[in-house]
């Protein structure tokens, strides 16, 4: 069975410019989540979907963040324009509802 | 308010030792669940183990258990036998929830050394 998949894989952009992570969960996980990480860090939350619906994006900087849930599969997380705080790895994650997170590799970005 | 503390950033332990990760949790739910995650140095965070808070049996999966004393809420990791592969991150996460969905939070980390 096929894992949690992201992309890209590493990204470096100048700050202010937009970037996009794409991210296709476990096949049959209704939720799905972003985490951010910064370094040396736990994961924090950004946003969780249940099906198409984003059930918690209260820690989602919605200035510049937005992410979407298109047909309740992949999901995608924008960031624009990109400061260089932002700079961080990005998780994906998907679960059978409130069972086990299964992560992908994460998508590591840095605005410089 | 939902909360895991884990209180070692950094710990050593020789190959082939066993090692005792701490983990303590807060949280006003009585149905919760505890899990541990290993985030090697690829950035992946791969699960371990599981236990929920019903669960009178700890833990275990093969090298891996879970010492889950619920009334002083903590939920240490212990590895047996450590192996230089086992050098990575360690993140204790905690589940609750129920009607509002389900929300999991993960604590800061510690950092195991295997030494050779």
């Known amino acids: 069975e096929a894992g949690v998949v992201q992309s890209p894989r590493y990204k470096i952009i100048e700050k202010k410019q937009p970037v996009a992570f794409w991210c296709n969960p476990i096949s049959g996980h209704n939720t799905l989540y972003w985490y951010l990480q910064n370094l040396g860090q736990g994961p924090e939350l950004l946003i969780r979907?249940?099906?198409?619906?984003?059930?918690?994006d209260s820690q989602l900087p919605k200035d510049r963040f937005s992410a979407e849930r298109l047909k309740g599969v992949d999901s995608t997380l924008k960031i624009q324009p990109a400061e260089l705080g932002d700079s961080a790895v990005y998780l994906c994650?998907?679960?059978?509802?409130?069972?086990?997170?299964?992560f992908g590799e994460g998508s590591w970005l840095t605005v410089v | 308010a939902q909360k895991i503390t884990q209180t070692q950033p950094g710990m050593f332990v020789q190959e082939k030792e066993a090692v005792t990760l701490d983990c303590t949790y807060d949280?006003?739910?009585?149905?919760?669940?505890l899990f541990w995650y290993k985030q090697p140095s690829s950035g992946e965070m791969i699960f371990l183990i599981y236990q929920g808070s019903y669960d009178e049996q700890n833990a275990t999966e093969g090298r891996y258990s879970l010492n889950f004393q619920k009334a002083r809420k903590s939920a240490n990791l212990v590895i047996s036998a450590s192996q230089l592969g086992d050098s990575a991150m360690y993140f204790c996460?905690?589940?609750?929830?129920?009607?509002?969905?389900?929300?999991?939070?993960f604590g800061a980390g510690t950092r195991l050394f295997v030494k050779a």
């Open positions: 996460a905690m589940r609750e929830g129920g009607t509002g969905g389900f929300k999991t939070i």
């Open positions: 979907y249940e099906n198409e619906e984003a059930v918690d």
């Open positions: 994650a998907s679960s059978d509802y409130g069972n086990t997170i299964y």
């Open positions: 949280t006003s739910d009585q149905s919760y669940g």
